[in-house]
Nanobody, 119 residues
Framework: VQLVESGGGLALPGKSLTLSCAVS????????YAWFRQAPGKKREAVACLRSNGGGALYADSVERRFTMSRDNAKNAVNLRMGNLKPEDTGVYFC?????????????WGKGTLVTVSS
């Protein structure tokens, strides 16, 4: 299983950015996926979870109503659209996959992509 994140970069506060996680080696719909982030000097935290087999998405309180996680079946990828970005959204964002559900120790992880929100 391979997960490769892309789309990170520098964004102004209040702007949007979309991250993508290219998935290979597993059927996209049958796994659960999550985005985690780790800010400098802080612990890794879960941001969003997309449940398997058509289940909906769950979000951390800090990103609720600003971030949207979705599957792109045509590209075999999962995306995270981040809106109304804040400086506290800065961090390395990791994509993760699991054969059962979202949790802190998921089966597979990407290497991460850096998001910096700054004016």
């Amino acid at each position: 299983v391979q997960l490769v994140e892309s789309g990170g970069g520098l964004a102004l506060p209040g702007k949007s950015l979309t991250l993508s996680c290219a998935v290979s080696g597993v059927p996209l719909g049958s796994y659960a996926y999550a985005w985690f982030r780790q800010a400098p000097g802080k612990k890794r935290e879960a941001v969003a979870c997309l449940r398997s087999n058509g289940g909906g998405a769950l979000y951390a309180d800090s990103v609720e109503r600003r971030f949207t996680m979705s599957r792109d079946n045509a590209k075999n990828a999962v995306n995270l659209r981040m809106g109304n970005l804040k400086p506290e959204d800065t961090g390395v964002y990791f994509c993760a996959a699991d054969s059962t559900l979202c949790h802190a120790d998921m089966d597979y992880w990407g290497k991460g992509t850096l998001v910096t929100v700054s004016s």
